[in-house]
């Protein structure tokens, strides 16, 4: 099992591409898993089984931000707070400063084009360029289009952004690539201050991210850092791990208004800890009793669990949601 696991870790360090991932669901080879490198309806399926958990792993979403000014501020702690590693690119000291301050993950103060080359981009790396004029924005642009991208965006007024288009395209970059920019940046909901864009601009970034879900059939999952660290018995505080049983629960299907999508992970330590969260409440709870009963006991070390929220029943937890959710648990 750890091969996969440092396979997979290779792999996201290495490769620019999306990665899927299957999972034997029934039978003798319940439990194996398969590192695919390209979706599995173009791929030759390694495992050949029928029954199998598809996703598509997903990287750690990293936010580039192309310019420091005043509306990159509320982007970089909206960015922050969505989950994204986020980069700010600036070549003005006192501008960068105000970066760092805002919580930006990393700040690089030199001239874009010499920063933006110390970016590799993946099919999780989300740039928005919102730098100070049409000739940073075009030098910004020029460079993010040769690399691979989930999403590019570039504020600007119309006849700034089509001056950009306009001098790019008489360098050769393709029309069609450059249209598929997203100008005016962010959705159209009447914003004014920089925090007003800033929402609308993080809007348009989950419904990009959202819509790109459902086109891989919603199952697009991911492995944090840290449980990928704990599973490979790295760089973990505490307790060494490698003393430890563990126990990895990934949701493989929802129905209702279930608070997490399929894909999502948690990873339960034999002592009690856990790493990450499929939603909290009592759904977590009875999973993360599931999983220490694995750990503590001779059951199998593959199971396939089902809870089933009823609205009643959560209304009585406290809860919002609903809905029924099938979740995968295997020992790590």
């Known amino acids: 099992m750890n091969r996969f696991y440092t396979e997979l870790k290779e792999a996201l360090e290495t490769s620019e591409g999306d990665i899927w991932a299957e999972t034997v669901l029934s039978g003798e080879h319940a439990g194996e898993k398969y590192l695919l490198h390209a979706r599995p309806a173009e ?21 580039i ?23 700010v690119i600036e070549d003005r000291p006192k501008f960068a400063d105000n970066a760092r301050a805002a919580g930006a993950d990393r700040v690089i ?15 999780d790396s989300w740039f928005i360029i919102v730098t100070r004029g049409h000739r940073y924005d075009s030098e910004c642009l020029e460079a993010i289009l040769q690399k691979r991208s989930a999403y590019v965006g570039m504020m600007g007024s119309r006849r700034r952004v089509a001056i950009v288009k306009d001098q790019l395209e ?26 007003e864009i800033a929402v609308s601009v993080m809007a348009e970034i989950i419904q990009v991210k959202s819509t790109q879900n459902k086109s891989d059939g919603g199952k697009t999952g991911g492995y944090s850092e840290e449980i990928i660290s704990c599973i490979l018995n ?40 856990t ?8 759904i977590e709870s009875e999973i993360i ?17 089902r809870v ?16 029924v959710v099938e979740v995968m648990l295997e020992k790590v």
Not at 188 to 195: D, F, L, Q, R
Not at 237 to 248: H, M
Not at 275 to 282: F, K, L, P
Not at 308 to 315: I, L, R, V
Request: proline fraction near 5%; charged fraction near 25%; glycine fraction near 14%.
């Open 43 to 63: 791929a030759d399926r390694t495992a050949g089984f029928p029954d199998v958990f598809c996703e598509r792993i997903g990287r750690t979403p990293k936010l």
């Open 65 to 87: 931000v192309c310019g420091a000014g005043h509306v990159s501020m509320p982007i970089i702690r909206m960015g922050k707070m969505l989950g994204f590693v986020v980069t």
């Open 109 to 123: 103060c030199e001239p874009f084009a010499s920063g933006l080359a110390q970016i590799r981009g993946d099919s």
């Open 170 to 195: 008489e360098k050769g970059i393709s029309r069609n690539l450059l249209d598929a920019v997203h100008t005016p940046i962010g959705l159209k909901i009447g914003a004014e201050t920089p925090e």
């Open 234 to 273: 790295a760089g973990n505080s505490g307790e060494d791990p490698a003393e430890l049983q563990k126990v990895l629960a990934t949701i493989i299907s929802r129905k209702g208004s279930a608070p997490r999508g399929v894909g999502t992970k948690m990873l339960i330590i034999e002592d009690g800890r």
């Open 275 to 282: 790493i990450d969260t499929i939603g909290g409440g009592c």
């Open 289 to 305: 009793q599931k999983a220490l009963l694995m750990m503590r006991t001779k059951a199998p070390d593959f199971q396939i669990c």
């Open 308 to 323: 089933d929220m009823t609205a009643g029943e959560a209304e009585d937890e406290g809860m919002v949601c609903g809905g």
